[in-house]
């Protein structure tokens, strides 16, 4: 579909952003085995763009899931020599290559992978698409919202798969989870919170001064948005899917209080997302104190989820079976003399939080979806299509990110300029 057939699609009735990712298409998604790639043997061919920190790791996952997703890296490339000697390492039949243009021209490619940093997605992207790959790009999409907007349009108008790394959207404990929401077992949801905090600086060592932004990327605002668009994106894509719905608007603040060590990115930001239906997602993230970690908490008036730590709360869940006999009548004798409000002190009980230990989400929660979203993306490939709705999840993961930053560097109530939906 062209993006103006997409657009016209749109108006007459569907809601830009809903993605239909649910357990029983993830299983469809990974029971796939279409033949639509280059290598004969059915396997998908890649190139991997950026071979740093992430970048290695999704080849390590590769090749440790080599049964299920049947990817070959048939090519790596990196600007730093350093990080590309090590990932030759883990694919040592792979090409290498300096430019990723060159690998771009490589035949037989079915696809490639950018783990660069968020301010080289864009390019190598673009270009991928245009030269008829499919492209598994990390989140965050771009470092701006036109360049988001014009990887989607590439994507749109090449028909070729654009895939970004939010590996929630395969995480089957999220997608249970979604299911718990989207089924009315929560009830009417008005209130979502998510947080990110972490208590370290964040620095990478630096081999020598003159390396300092390239390594340090994320702490420097023309390369990144910091905590925005390297942790908050996951959680917004969460968010938006929750609700089925996209943002009406988000304001925010944020601040650099705590790191003042030359970095340019905020180290404390608070966003809050309104949605139409009144309910508020509201989101922070700092990294001078890891007490609480991180967390999704979806809250209904008949339950609550907490995604990251697969934990699912009925707000009156049934009572346990009465403990017979003796127990039973030393706790009614024990409630009787210290149960009852003591003369002169405050006659109601502070709210504190329920204490209800809840149930998992899913019994075996043993994956973060890394692995199932690349396998998802090897499959897509060997079908030739795109799982409907997934791509549009990436895109207002990052859309909303960068309109949150907007939100707190002007101070102002931001929604999504018209030109900018998809
Ligand atoms: N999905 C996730 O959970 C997750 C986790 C971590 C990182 N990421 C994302 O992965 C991406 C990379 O993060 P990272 O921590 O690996 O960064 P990194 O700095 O460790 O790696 C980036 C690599 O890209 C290389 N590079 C830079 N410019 C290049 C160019 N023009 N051509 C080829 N290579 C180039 C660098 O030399 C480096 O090796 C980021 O977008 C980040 O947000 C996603």
């Known amino acids: 579909m062209t993006y103006q057939n997409r657009r016209t699609f749109l108006k007459n009735g569907l809601v830009a952003g809903t993605a239909i990712l649910t357990p029983m298409s993830l299983m469809k998604i990974m029971a796939q085995t279409g033949q639509n790639v280059n290598s004969p043997n059915n396997k998908v061919l890649l190139g991997v763009i950026g071979t740093g920190s992430r970048g290695m790791h999704l080849m390590q996952i590769i090749n440790d899931n080599k049964n299920q997703n049947g990817i070959e890296i048939v090519a790596i490339c990196d600007v730093y020599k350093p990080h590309l000697d090590e990932a030759q390492a883990i694919a040592p039949n792979a090409k290498a290559f300096e430019d990723y243009r060159d690998l771009l021209e490589m035949k037989d490619l079915d696809g490639v992978i950018i783990a660069t940093p968020l301010h080289v997605h864009a390019a190598p992207t673009i270009d991928a698409l245009n030269s008829g790959l499919h492209v598994f790009c990390e989140k965050a999409m771009a470092r701006n919202i036109e360049d988001v907007h014009a990887m989607a349009l590439a994507h749109y108008e090449t028909g070729k798969i654009l895939q970004i790394g939010q590996q929630r959207l395969f995480d089957p404990k999220f997608l249970r989870g979604m299911d718990k929401v989207h089924n009315g077992d929560l009830g009417i949801v008005t209130q979502i919170r998510a947080f990110w905090h972490r208590n370290n600086d964040w620095r990478r060592p630096v081999p020598s001064p003159d390396l300092e932004r390239f390594i340090n990327w994320r702490l420097y605002r023309e390369y990144s948005a910091g905590l925005l668009t390297e942790l908050a994106c996951h959680h917004i894509q969460v968010g938006n899917w929750a609700k089925r719905a996209l943002p009406i608007d988000v304001r925010g603040t944020g601040s650099i209080s705590y790191w003042k060590d030359g970095r340019e990115v905020y180290d404390n930001v608070a966003l809050i997302f309104r949605y139409e239906d009144g309910t508020q997602f509201i989101y922070d993230s700092m990294i001078q104190n890891k007490k609480y970690g991180l967390e999704v908490q979806i809250m209904g008036d008949k339950g609550t989820l907490e995604m990251e730590t697969n ?54 929660d043993s994956t973060d979806g890394t692995p199932e979203s690349l ?47 998809v």
Request: charged fraction near 20%; avoid cysteine.
């Open 375 to 421: 396998t998802g993306f090897a499959n897509s490939i060997r079908e030739g299509k795109s799982i409907p709705g997934l791509f549009e999840e990436g895109y207002y993961g990052t859309m909303w990110t960068l309109l949150g930053e907007q939100a707190i560097d002007t101070g102002e109530v931001v929604k999504i300029p018209q030109q900018f939906v």
């Open 311 to 364: 934990r699912f709360f009925l707000e009156n869940p049934p009572a346990p079976p009465k403990p017979a006999g003796i127990v039973q009548l030393v706790q009614d004798l024990e409630r009787n003399v210290f149960g009852s409000v003591p003369i002169g002190s405050s006659s109601w009980d502070a709210e504190l939080a329920d204490t209800n230990p809840g149930e998992p989400i899913i019994q075996n």
